[in-house]
Nanobody
């Protein structure tokens, strides 16, 4: 059974930083594509960043040069380092695991950027 557990969300001031973590279990993690998505109140869930099994990354234009996605296959972990946070980054952040045609979601972690 695949499980994803996010952590690291919280309240931060504009310009601050947070690091999100997602722990995966129940699957051969190194073969997966991992992604971070977010959903702001009243908006659709959107892709933030993705990292392939080989380490290739892609980012939403809105977070390029501010956010960094990384993975540690030995620990079955994926991370999202978020710097220079803006009010618009507020939302629930979800970890997504993609393997072949299967996809799994974590429960989400709240990120609130507020002064």
């Amino acid at each position: 059974q695949v499980q994803l557990v996010e952590s690291g969300g919280g309240l931060v001031q504009p310009g601050g930083s947070l690091r999100l973590s997602c722990a995966a279990s129940g699957i051969m993690f190194s073969l997966t594509t991992m992604g971070w998505y977010r959903q702001a109140p009243g908006k659709q869930r959107e892709l933030v960043a993705v990292i392939s099994s080989g380490g290739s990354t892609n980012y939403a234009d809105s977070v390029k040069d501010r956010f960094t996605i990384s993975r540690d296959n030995a620990k079955n972990m994926v991370y999202l380092q978020m710097n220079s946070l803006q009010l618009e980054d507020t939302g629930v952040y979800y970890c997504k695991l993609q393997w072949a045609i299967e996809s799994y979601w974590g429960q989400g972690t709240q990120v609130t950027v507020s002064s």
